[in-house]
């Protein structure tokens, strides 16, 4: 099934671009990009892999990226400002987006999903099983935190990476998500700097929108700390994280792990803030696994009845 698109999804009514694979009688994965991502962001050949272990895949493009809603007419972003504590620029919050998350899961007529955020779309799925528990059947949580500034911190280096002029074309966007993606990739799983490229380029294409990438920005930053509400919630949780992560410190993850009760924590030696291509097939493993025991399942003799979570290991 190609790409499709829901209309008037969720309170803002925004149009949300998706992509929906394997067998729709299996568990749902929704797979939430991270910022600027696009749901292309999620390789194909993970997205197979995920399938391949009896999972349904939707992946989609967040509000502000690729072929969803864009908010061109929102207050200019001042992301240097939000760093300050000054978010009166945000256009919408975390909330907004965890709304659309849900929005999406009614217009495919889903009563519930398992959720499986990276990076901000961590973020976003952490605070969609806060604020909608009752639709998110499990919650993973990859290379991300709670949003204590105090853990989860970029690298420095990592950071230099985003410096520099904005691109002006296509060639200089590609040579600039080639040189963060380098940055970014662990030294355990080095960048493949051609498949990065091609990546890019195909993003590029479907859409650029770098003032919508900061207003993502700004909305996370607008949110703020989320620990105290991990710590009431009451979701199946995985968490995942990079041991050498740059963009987001491992402590970000093992904060997470900390704060929802009864989180399962799984660190990746040497990964660091991507999904190299030689850990899909482990990573899909654990997603799968994990989504499978935490599928409802009907009480042996009543088939019909209410289903009740299964234990996670």
Same mark, same amino acid.
């Given at each position: ?6 209309? +008037? ?7 949300? @671009? ?16 991270? $910022? ?24 989609? +493009? ?11 007419? *929102? ?22 987006? *965890? ?24 973020? $976003?799925?952490?605070?969609?099983? $806060? /604020?909608?528990p009752g639709r998110v059947r499990s919650l993973t949580s990859l290379m991300s935190t709670t949003g204590d500034p105090s853990v989860g911190r970029a690298r420095p280096d990592a950071l230099l990476a985003f410096r520099g002029p904005s691109p ?24 493949? /700097? *051609?498949? @990065? ?19 993502? *920005? ?5 949110? !703020? ?10 979701? %199946? ?19 997470? @792990?900390?704060?929802? %009760? ?9 990964? !660091?803030?991507?999904? %190299? ?9 654990? $997603? ?6 935490? /599928? ?18």
């Amino acid at each position: 099934m190609g790409e499709e698109r829901a209309v +008037d999804v969720g309170p803002a009514g925004i149009e949300v @671009a998706y992509e929906r694979l394997g067998d729709p009688q299996a568990p749902p994965v929704l797979l939430i990009a991270g $910022i600027g991502a696009q749901l292309t962001g999620w390789p194909d050949g993970f997205c197979a892999e995920l399938v391949g272990r009896g999972v349904q895949v939707i992946r989609f +493009d967040n509000r502000d990226t690729g072929l969803s809603t864009h908010f061109p007419e *929102a207050p200019a972003p001042d992301f240097l400002a939000a760093l300050t504590g000054d978010t009166s620029s945000a256009a919408y919050s975390l909330s907004d987006m *965890a709304a659309d998350t849900v929005g999406l899961l009614d217009a495919l007529g889903l009563d519930g999903a398992h959720l499986v955020g990276a990076s901000l779309g961590g973020a $976003i799925a952490q605070t969609a099983a $806060i /604020e909608h528990p009752g639709r998110v059947r499990s919650l993973t949580s990859l290379m991300s935190t709670t949003g204590d500034p105090s853990v989860g911190r970029a690298r420095p280096d990592a950071l230099l990476a985003f410096r520099g002029p904005s691109p002006r074309d296509r060639a200089e966007a590609v040579e600039r998500t080639v040189r963060i993606g380098r940055a970014l990739d662990g030294p355990g799983f080095p960048c493949d /700097e *051609a498949a @990065a490229a091609d990546r890019a380029g195909r993003a590029y294409d479907r859409c650029y929108d770098p003032v919508g990438i900061t207003r993502q *920005a700004v909305a996370s930053l607008a949110t !703020g700390d989320r620990t105290e509400r991990l710590r009431r919630l009451e979701v %199946p949780t995985l968490v995942m994280h990079g041991s050498e992560d740059p963009m987001c410190e491992v402590s970000g993850g093992r904060a997470t @792990a900390e704060a929802v %009760p009864g989180a399962e924590l799984v660190v990746i030696d040497g990964m !660091g803030h991507s999904l %190299p291509e030689v850990l899909w097939a482990r990573l899909a493993t654990l $997603i799968a696994d994990f989504v499978h025991r935490a /599928e409802p399942t009907p009480s042996p003799g009543t088939a019909d009845a209410p289903p009740e979570m299964t234990a996670r290991a």
